[in-house]
């Protein structure tokens, strides 16, 4: 059974009355979220997405319209915050200015009636943990924002009862270092505990390679979620993959004509990843009106062989060479239809293009290859498997 279950979750955030000039505020609709005991999951998308509403939802800051939380078998859906095992760390950090690090790490501990040395033996193991020893009489609010941040989360971290640490982009305060070495004692508090993290990003890479699962987010509702994986090899919707792929991700529209996918003119075949050809039998039951996308990475389009066949001939507008990867980026000639290939500096190809000054590479026509096994296909925004 799912140590986190959530079921059929609708929540509205309030804000102030259009006739006070608020706007709607953000909302959730229809979430579904299962998590294992010691999984540690990053929820990202886009600004507005709902990210901060779910984990706020979730520590007991919003009473939900309709659906269910339950949390290590134990429906909390209508607890108040301070009868849930949870604990939620925001962005800024929250910290009590006045009192010391070791008075805000004990804070939770107060109402345990803990002898004096079991409360200082536990202050010191977490501040040992965080980093935090040589300040532990310093008052809090003396601190720079990424140690005070520190001390906010291992405030929550202190607590045995906890059962869900909810860190609402709570990591963008610490550099990508910091953030590694943070999630590592997030780790080592979990072997000895029965608990679940969510981190929300904005979509920091280092971030997001940090949680073993993703929840991805668009407009209050769940685009898709499972293993890091799964979003790579297998987006759901064309929204999905171009928030992963970024700059190195080429879209490319596409037509079906006589059972062959064409881009260009040029027909992506051969070869024929397994399922094309089940693909392209759906097509034909779609409307003439749906769009039909091929989404590729810039590592799966190679630099054409002079007389290769299947090629694509792009117009060069500029080169990124980081030292090991070449990335070229450039348009379909008479579109603006971008597109990107990615080859290793040491290649031949490659040589040819870095001897070649900035000005000399813009305009330069190319021809790629697609490396059709590694193709997606969307029609209407949603994958066709």
């Known amino acids: 059974m799912a140590f986190l279950r959530v079921s059929s979750l609708d929540v509205s955030a309030s804000r102030r009355p259009a006739w006070l000039g608020g706007r709607p505020g953000p909302s959730l609709t229809d979430i579904d979220l299962m998590l294992e005991e010691g999984s540690l999951c990053t929820v990202f998308g886009p600004a507005g997405a709902g990210k901060s509403l779910l984990l706020q939802t979730l520590a007991g800051l919003h009473r939900p319209r309709r659906g269910q939380v339950v949390l290590d078998g134990v429906d909390v859906t209508r607890l108040p915050v301070g009868r849930r095992r949870t604990a939620l760390v925001p962005a800024v950090p929250v910290v009590y200015p006045a009192l010391t690090v070791e008075e805000n790490l004990a804070w939770p501990l107060r109402r345990q009636r803990l002898s004096p040395e ?89 971030v997001m390679g940090l949680g073993d699962e993703w929840l991805m987010l668009d407009q209050g509702r769940i685009l898709q979620q499972g293993r890091p994986a799964e979003f790579v090899q297998y987006p759901r919707t064309m929204a999905v993959a171009s928030r992963l792929g970024g700059s190195g991700l080429n879209v490319l529209p596409c037509r079906s004509d006589g059972g062959v996918a064409h881009f260009a003119g040029v027909p992506l075949l051969p070869p024929s990843p397994p399922q094309l050809d089940l693909w392209l039998a759906e097509l034909q039951g779609q409307s003439p009106k749906s769009s039909i996308e091929m989404a590729i990475r810039a590592e799966h389009v190679v630099l054409g062989r002079p007389g290769q066949e299947g090629c694509i001939e792009a117009l060069l507008t500029h080169v990124e060479d980081d030292g090991t990867w070449m990335q070229l980026h450039g348009v379909l000639p008479g579109t603006e239809i971008p597109l990107c290939a990615r080859v290793l500096v040491d290649t031949p190809a490659a040589y040819d293009l870095a001897v070649l000054s900035g000005s000399a590479v813009a305009g330069r026509r190319e021809k790629l290859q697609i490396i059709n096994r590694h193709s997606l296909f969307f029609v209407d925004g949603r994958l066709v498997q």
Do not use: F, Y
């Open 118 to 206: 079991q409360l200082r033996r536990q202050v010191t193991e977490m501040a040992s943990l965080l980093g935090v020893l040589d300040v532990l009489h310093v008052r809090a609010g003396q601190l720079a924002p990424a140690t005070a941040q520190r001390v906010a989360i291992g405030r929550a971290l202190i607590r045995e009862d906890l059962g869900l640490l909810l860190l609402d982009d709570a990591l963008q305060v610490l550099d990508a270092e910091g953030r590694r070495r943070m999630v590592g004692c997030l780790r080592q508090v979990q072997r000895s505990r029965r608990m679940c993290i969510l981190i929300s990003t904005r979509g920091q890479p280092d």
